[in-house]
Structures are given as C-alpha cells and as structure tokens.
C-alpha cells in the first residue's frame, strides 16, 4: 500500500513539475510559431525617410494582438512583432492593444464555424488564471489587466489612454519626451461579451474604448467575412452597437461581413473605423474592403487602417503596403487613412515595429508630402481619437 501511495506522489509531482514547465516555456514556443517577421531589424531606408520617421509627432497604429501570447511587453523581446522598447525605438507614440478571446481551430479566410476554440488550451496550458479558461469576457479581462500591469511597472514610460483628457495630457507630455509610448485598448469579436449587454459595461470599466462585432465566426451579433451565413446585424448586434455608441465606444468593422458592413453603416451614429484591413481595389480578398465601404466608412467621418499582412496587401512588403495606401487616399481622401498592422495576429509581417520607416520610405517614392505622410503615420488617428474617445 505504502509502497502504490509513494508511486501515486511521485507521478502527481511528475505532472506538477510538468505543467510549471509549461507555463514557463509555452507561451514563447506558441509565440514564436505564429508570429514571423519576414525580414530582421535593423533596417535600411532612405536619409530623408529615416529623418521624417524620428521628427514625426505621432506615429500611431490601431491594430496588434499582443496581448495574447502571454509575452512581457516591457522587454525587447527577440520575437513578436511588437513591445513596448520597440515601440519607443520606432518613435511610434501609440498602438492599439485589441484583444483576441476565441479563434476556432485551422482558422482560415473562407469558411469558420464558432465550434471551436483554439484559445482554450493555450489558456489552460500557460496557467492563465482559471476563471478565463472557459470564459471569454474574463480572458478579455486578463488582457485587459496585464496592459495595466506593464503601464504600471513602466516607470511612467508607458500610458494607458481611455480617454480625450488622458490624450491631451500624453501628448502634452511627449512635447518634451518622446521616449514615452502609450497604447488604447480593443476587443477583436464581441463574443467576449458572452451574448450579455452588462459586459459592454464591464469592459469599458477595464478600459476597452474600440470593439469589433465579429472575428473569424459568426457570433449572436451577426457575420464574420469568414463565417458561414454572411448576413447582417442580428437584433442583439444592433443594441450592441446602440449601447456602444451612446458609451463612446469606438465601433470596428474589421472582419464583417459584406452584409454586416451594409447594416452598420445604415444604424451608426458615430464615426466608425476599419482598424486593419487591405482594400479590393489593390487586393481582391473576401477580407478587404470594397470601394462602396471605403466611402461609406470616410462618410462617417471614419478612418481605415492599413494592415501589414499578406492576405490584406497580397504581397507581404512596404511597397505594397503603401500602394494599399496611395490607393485608399485617392479613393477617400487623406484624412480617413491610417496604419492597422495587425502585429501579433497570428500572421507573418513583412518587419517589426522599428521598420515603419520603410512605410515611410515607399510613401516618399509614391510622392507624398511630409504633411500627408505625418497625417498617414498617425496624425489621422489622433484627430480621430481626440475627437470621439469619451471626455
Ligand atoms: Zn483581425
């Protein structure tokens, strides 16, 4: 008896031992097998780029998943495609912290039903806290929490901003600190509200100022672009976006479908943005944006951020980047357009955060002027969001 009861300890142990490994090395495992840079920093770009990239003001992105795999963002990390040094490094004043809860397993562009869930066992496997294994309004709260966590361990260098005053304040104090970096939370799919009105509240609470009704599946909201039924807003999706809207919160239609993308824009009553996506107009996806709701989003006074990503650009490369720029900006116009690289998201980018001077470098060679360039890099977003975050 003695002798089974001491194997029973030794193998509980052995499986204790086991899962603490885990939870030390899988996150960087998972992290690294996702998140591919085509091309290492340094990178090399023109002196007049390079010169514009450090005097611009406000470099700003609306879209990266990092929250996701469980990565310190205060450290420059050797992979990932984004943290917080390297953002400071790329003179990038702000980035969109959105907030992936659940993607159903051999995710694809076409066809995803919400069956299941690949996030679950990552969760379980990182021993992320157990009230989010099966719970997607908490796993958005624990991303929530650990941006918090690294702007509180920032030594003042890192800025949570929630809203126009917190806005005002950090780019008051950037004036004379530009080693200073700040991020906005998102949500990417508002099944993280578990089918409950209240959680709009309670992510609000958490800091969430942007959120995107659907992600890869249909949801109780309506369509994904990559769902199975591709038809409009549901009941629930429109008390969403009503309740949404009257908070300030800022309404993503990244990932919709065609029909979705119809019926938000007939019921907005804010501005909305695109926060990554490609245009058909330069790449022909079901996930990027026609003509008709490129105009339809500038009409609200929205704006459209660029994403890095082959299937967004069709070629993972600056050039390609900026023509999905040049293309937008002669459609809608300077002002509605803006960077949405989706670092972090599970795709490969074609660099880092310290290469958005090759961007910069590729909007030269196209003719832009240093004006349309700063409003392109990010002056776009900071109108935007000190125009329609809440006071
Ligand atoms: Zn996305």
Same mark, same amino acid.
């Given at each position: 008896?003695? #002798?089974?009861?001491?194997? $029973?300890? !030794?193998? +509980? ?6 899962? %603490? @490994?885990?939870?030390? *090395? ?48 205060? #450290?420059?990390?050797?992979? $990932?495609? !984004?943290? +917080? ?6 003179? %990038? @004043?702000?980035?969109? *912290? ?294």
């Amino acid at each position: 008896m003695k #002798k089974y009861l001491k194997k $029973g300890v !030794v193998f +509980i142990l052995t499986l204790v031992a086991l899962y %603490m @490994a885990m939870i030390v *090395f899988l996150p960087e495992i998972i992290d690294k097998k996702y998140n591919k840079v085509l091309q290492l920093p340094p990178y090399k770009v023109s002196d007049e780029a390079m010169k514009l990239t450090d005097s611009l003001d406000f470099i700003a992105d609306l879209h990266c998943d990092a929250l996701l795999w469980n990565r310190d963002l205060l #450290k420059n990390n050797n992979f $990932g495609e !984004v943290d +917080i040094p390297r953002m400071i490094q790329a003179n %990038m @004043a702000l980035q969109a *912290f959105t907030i992936v809860t659940k993607v159903p397993k051999n995710m694809n562009f076409d066809k995803n039903t919400g069956e299941t869930d690949a996030v679950t066992l990552p969760y379980i496997l990182e021993g992320r806290p157990i009230r989010s294994w099966f719970n997607l309004t908490e796993r958005a709260l624990v991303q929530t929490a650990s941006l918090h966590q690294f702007s509180k361990k920032s030594d003042g260098k890192f800025y949570i901003i929630k809203s126009k005053t917190d806005l005002a304040h950090y780019i008051n104090a950037r004036k004379s600190n530009k080693k200073l970096a700040a991020g906005f939370l998102g949500v990417e799919g508002s099944h993280a509200l578990n089918g409950d009105l209240n959680n709009i509240d309670v992510l609000f609470n958490a800091g969430v100022r942007m959120m995107s009704p659907v992600h890869f599946f249909d949801n109780k909201l309506g369509s994904s672009a990559h769902g199975v039924a591709h038809e409009g807003l549901t009941d629930f999706g429109k008390k969403v976006i009503k309740k949404m809207q009257e908070k300030n919160m800022i309404l993503d239609v990244a990932h919709s479908s065609e029909k979705m993308l119809d019926d938000i824009l007939a019921i907005t009553t804010k501005p909305i943005v695109s926060s990554h996506t490609g245009v058909k107009g330069t790449c022909n996806t079901v996930r990027n944006l026609s003509d008709k709701h490129l105009i339809g989003i500038a009409n609200t006074g929205g704006i459209v951020g660029i994403a890095f990503f082959k299937k967004a650009v069709c070629k993972a490369d600056a050039k390609n980047i900026a023509e999905a720029i040049q293309y937008t900006v002669n459609l809608i116009g300077v002002t509605h357009v803006a960077l949405g690289s989706d670092f972090d998201g599970a795709v490969t980018v074609p660099f880092d955060v310290t290469g958005l001077s090759l961007i910069v470098d590729e909007l030269l060679k196209l003719n832009f002027t240093h004006q349309e360039i700063s409003l392109i890099m990010g002056g776009n977003v900071k109108r935007f969001l000190l125009e329609n975050l809440p006071d």
